[in-house]
T-cell receptor, first 110, second 117 residues
């Protein structure tokens, strides 16, 4: 069993829909990261959080430490949101070593 | 700022050949990482350097060596390439915060697509 599990693996939505991607982990963590990998391959960090909730534009990330679960929500989805979304957890005192989930491929159709 | 740069972008090697992937960052970050990404698998850590002068093995270090040349540069060397090393390689860096050096978000390079035939 992977230490970081994402669901679903693939997700297709219509423009405007509310999207949720889930991440569960089985180890103690210092922080959880959400990343976006563009169709061209580039990877950017969206959020790093260790408790509660963060919001950036139409993206919202939440984490429940007790349940070892995080969600990434996209409101009013748009075709440009189509990408792979990756969950990763940082372990140890510094949290610098990340363990990654396999990613969720999101396709938003116009 | 250029951020994290990697060279080359693409490379084809024959089995047994050697090569070095170069990575540099201009953000004065302490920690740097090398990952590989394979279809159906998450990113996996090959080696990392928590700070200048230190390097440590990650999850999949076999067949690779690294050098943290200075604070800016972190190179990955394949001494004798094998087809199993066909992958996309990403370099990343992160700043550390506070006395305990807590790692913040990671910044990724554009990747190197390596094929070993």
């Amino acid at each position: 069993k992977n230490e970081v599990e994402q669901s679903p693996q693939n997700l297709t939505a219509q423009e405007g829909e509310f999207i949720t991607i889930n991440c569960s982990y089985s180890v103690g963590i210092s922080a959880l990261h959400w990343l976006q990998q563009h169709p061209g391959g580039g990877i950017v960090s969206l959020f790093m959080l260790s408790s509660g909730k963060k919001k950036h534009g139409r993206l919202i990330a939440t984490i429940n430490i007790q349940e070892k679960h995080s969600s990434l929500h996209i409101t009013a989805s748009h075709p440009r949101d189509s990408a792979v979304y990756i969950c990763a957890v940082g372990q140890g005192t510094s949290g610098s070593r990340l363990t990654f989930g396999e990613g969720t491929q999101l396709t938003v159709n116009p | 700022n250029a951020g994290v740069t990697q060279t080359p972008k693409f490379q084809v090697l024959k089995t047994g050949q050697s090569m070095t992937l170069q990575c540099a960052q201009d953000m004065n970050h302490n920690s740097m990482y090398w990952y590989r990404q394979d279809p159906g698998m998450g990113l996996r850590l090959i080696y990392y350097s928590a700070s200048e002068g230190t390097t440590d093995k990650g999850e999949v270090p076999n067949g690779y060596n690294v050098s943290r040349l200075n604070k800016r540069e972190f190179s990955l060397r394949l001494e004798s390439a094998a087809p199993s090393q066909t992958s996309v390689y990403f370099c990343a860096s992160t700043p550390l915060e506070g006395i305990q050096g807590f790692a913040l978000e990671q910044y990724f390079g554009p990747g190197t697509r390596l094929t070993v035939t």
